[in-house]
């Protein structure tokens, strides 16, 4: 990333509403042009969503920037992320938590980005093909649960497998539509709810494709 790219994107990112310091520190660190095609190498820093393979998107940076803030990772947490797509996201997570697993249901994908995460010398992040919508049971309690892609309510393994205290953000809504993302916090006697804003992404689907 060229100072000119980096200086581009943190304009952009505080524009939107990213102002946490560990935040913008992560996203200037991780250059989202090695997570793209060539192709589209040129656009990594505007702030649009790009195509990636097996007809999935990649979110627009300051929606990843919106989405981690809102999570507020602490760096002892141990994190789940739903949706690996290009691997962006959870290498922007490995900055922030100790430890990170991130599930994809596109075997291709979750290749890709797991090569994405090696190049990087990222250690302490996980891949794990399967689908992600039953979380991760030997892995759980997560202190720390983000759903990239859209769910008509928020899965219940993934209530089930957050820490009392732990926090989710996940879209919810039909697909295709403007979906709400949400923040649910588990509390002592139940969940806490909280909408944050209006998003678009990709439906969250079941079962493992092998494309
Ligand atoms: N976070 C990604 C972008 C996510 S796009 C990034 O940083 O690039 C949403 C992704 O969720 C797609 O790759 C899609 O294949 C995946 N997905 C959808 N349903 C899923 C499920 N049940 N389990 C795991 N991944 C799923």
């Known amino acids: 990333m060229s100072p000119e790219d980096t200086m581009r994107l943190l304009v952009t990112l505080r524009s939107r509403g990213v102002t946490d310091k560990r935040v913008l520190t992560a996203m200037e660190r991780v250059d ?7 192709t589209f190498a040129s656009r990594a820093y505007a702030d649009v969503p790009l195509p990636i ?4 998107t990649t979110s627009q940076p ?17 994190v ?46 996980t891949q794990i093909t399967g689908d992600g919508s039953h979380g991760l049971p ?9 759903v990239t892609a859209a769910a008509e309510d928020p899965p219940g393994p993934l209530l089930a497998q957050l820490r009392i205290g732990g926090s989710m953000v996940v879209p919810v809504g039909v697909s295709d539509h403007v979906q709400t993302l949400i923040k649910v916090t588990r509390t002592p006697g139940g969940y806490d709810y909280d909408e944050l804003s209006t998003v678009r992404f990709v439906p969250l689907v079941e079962g493992v494709e092998n494309g």
């Open 32 to 38: 989202r042009a090695r997570f793209v095609s060539e």
């Open 53 to 56: 393979a097996a007809g999935q």
């Open 62 to 78: 300051s929606v990843v920037g919106i989405m981690t803030q809102a999570l507020g990772v602490e760096p002892r947490d141990k």
């Open 80 to 125: 789940l992320e739903v949706g690996t797509g290009t691997g962006y996201q959870s290498a922007i997570l490995s900055q922030l938590a100790r430890r990170v697993y991130t599930v994809e249901r596109h075997r291709a994908l979750a290749q890709t980005a797991r090569a994405n995460h090696e190049a990087l010398g990222l250690t302490n992040v």
């Open 138 to 146: 030997d892995q759980a309690p997560f202190d720390r649960i983000l």
